[in-house]
């Protein structure tokens, strides 16, 4: 027997009206074919965003399925009155180019964070002003937890972030600083794996090495705020590096994401054996460490074109045998046989390897041999 709610003329009218233009998609992340609703503000979002939307209270977003629950003509009217166009059109009005603005694949904490400031806190409302709004207009300072580059622990530090450069402090009173990094030669992501729901990974190149810096806040919000702070100041620099581009050509400049992150199985110089080991692909920055939250990695390699002899393939080396999750990166200097943990994340690996091939003209730096930094 049908279900005799899926036949009702306010069921058939949510049905329909999710078919409009804009409203195919999540009106937060972008996720395709979204089955949820946000009555309030008359949108289509995805399961993971309605989650988001019902924890800010009913008060401030109601959360309605579209094929589950029951439709009232007054709920519809409100969907048929906005749906994600407009209301997109009010709440996202003015973003700051520092926000990042949310992707289906991003964690809970940039997907958290970028719903509260649409809907809750309205910071990208037509009224809101830079100065308004603290992280887009300057410096700021305050305490972050950090990881220690050898143990896992974590410890508060005093961060400074000021027109050019990151510093942190071991106490707020210390004349010198433990370590300071120039704006530019950085990068954050709020994607990192950490372990930690509100945090940070930093990572630079300095001296021709990859550090990175794990961080975390108390709060969300305040996590934001120093993501979006760093990317503020950077495309202040930018700017003023060349002055008459258009700001919106810094946007893909001011911060990314790893292309790729996950284990795979690889083999030192000379062994036969294959050591598991955690891989980032930073743009074309291929990076190996024993642990996910490793301050340094202990090997990493510079991909450059295809031209320049660098290519992926499937398969296996003969020394090291045959196996259906088997690729081989091949470099002027040699040829690396690396294991993936599946089929799929073999096939995943080779295509966002290619890619970054492909594109590494675009990159800088010097190729660096990918065991120079001693693998056990």
Not at 28 to 43: E, H, L, N, S
Not at 227 to 247: D, M, T, V, Y
């Amino acid at each position: 027997m049908a279900n005799s709610s899926i036949e009702s003329p306010t069921k058939r009218a949510i049905i329909e009206l999710k078919k409009k233009e804009g409203n195919s998609t999540c009106a937060d992340c972008g996720q395709k074919d979204p089955d949820w609703t946000a009555i309030t503000f008359g949108i289509f979002v995805c399961i993971d965003c309605s989650g988001v939307h019902r924890s800010l209270g009913a008060h401030i977003s109601k959360v309605k399925s579209v094929g589950l629950d029951e439709w009232t003509e007054e709920a519809v009217t409100q969907m048929t009155n906005f749906g994600n166009l407009k209301s997109k059109m009010i709440y996202e009005a003015r973003v700051p180019l520092c926000w990042k603005r949310l992707a289906p694949t991003d964690g809970p904490v940039c997907r958290e964070q970028w719903i509260r400031a649409k809907y809750d806190r309205k910071e990208f409302m037509s009224d809101k002003t830079d100065e308004s709004i603290p992280y887009t207009t300057g410096p700021k300072k305050g305490n972050l937890f950090k990881k220690k580059k050898v143990d896992n622990v974590w410890q508060s530090r005093f961060f400074v972030l000021d027109k050019s450069t990151l510093k942190y402090y071991k106490k707020m009173t210390d004349p010198v600083p433990t370590e300071s990094i120039e704006l530019l030669d950085l990068n954050v992501t709020l994607n990192g794996q950490i372990g930690h729901p509100n945090a940070m990974q930093i990572t630079a190149v300095i001296k021709g090495r990859t550090r990175n810096i794990f961080v975390y806040a108390e709060s969300g919000q305040d996590i934001m705020n120093w993501f979006c702070a760093i990317r503020a100041s950077r495309l202040k620099l930018l700017q003023e590096r060349e002055p008459g581009k258009n700001p919106e050509e810094f946007y893909p400049l001011l911060s990314h994401d790893f292309a790729k992150s996950g284990y795979l199985h690889k083999t030192p110089p000379n062994k036969l054996k294959y050591q598991r080991r955690y891989f980032l692909l930073n743009q074309n920055r291929l990076m190996y460490l024993e642990k996910p939250t490793d301050a340094f990695p202990l090997g990493e390699i510079i991909l450059g074109t295809e031209a320049e002899c660098f290519s992926v393939e499937e398969g296996s080396s003969h020394d090291t045998g045959s196996s259906d999750s088997s690729f081989i990166l091949n470099t002027p200097i040699r040829s690396y046989p690396f294991l993936a943990e599946t089929p799929e994340e073999k096939l995943s690996w080779i295509a966002v390897l290619r890619a970054s091939i492909e594109k590494a003209h675009t990159f800088a730096g010097p190729l660096t041999p990918i065991d120079s930094y001693g693998d056990d």
